[in-house]
């Protein structure tokens, strides 16, 4: 079973950039998985952000597409996320995740947080305006 620890979150002036890192360890190759960020507000559902297939095909959210890029190292078994252009309403706990089964589309609108199954404990990103 892969384990998932996020870093790099952080507190950040409106406009400002971030990348956030998840590890990933254990027995099973990572690089057989779907991975994927989420993020979370208080009393609001975790939502999906991005997410990074097998094939190297990315597909993100619309409130970040053009602002957010995805990639994976595969050598280091490190998924990252590249915020730019951040804003205030960017503001939440972002969580990894993985999956062994199809990869979803971020973009189709719909909750995806169902399909994976592994997920890390979170890094807490805080936008000001």
């Known amino acids: 079973q892969v384990q998932l620890v996020e870093s790099g979150g952080g507190s950040v002036q409106s406009g400002g950039s971030l990348r956030l890192s998840c590890k990933a360890s254990?027995?099973?190759?990572?690089?057989?998985?779907?991975m994927a960020w989420f993020r979370q507000t208080p009393g609001s559902e975790r939502e999906g952000v991005a997410a990074?297939?097998?094939?190297?095909?990315?597909t993100y959210t619309d409130p970040v597409r053009g602002r957010f890029t995805i990639s994976k190292d595969n050598t280091e078994n490190t998924l990252y996320l590249r915020m730019n252009n951040l804003k205030p309403e960017d503001t939440a706990m972002y969580y990894c995740?993985?999956?062994?089964?199809?990869?979803?589309?971020?973009?189709?609108?719909?909750?995806?947080?169902?399909?994976?199954?592994?997920w890390g404990q979170g890094t807490q990103v805080t936008v000001s305006s």
């Open positions: 254990g027995p099973t190759d990572s690089s057989s998985y779907c």
């Open positions: 990074w297939d097998q094939d190297y095909t990315t």
């Open positions: 995740a993985a999956t062994p089964f199809l990869c979803p589309d971020m973009g189709d609108g719909r909750a995806h947080s169902t399909t994976f199954t592994i």
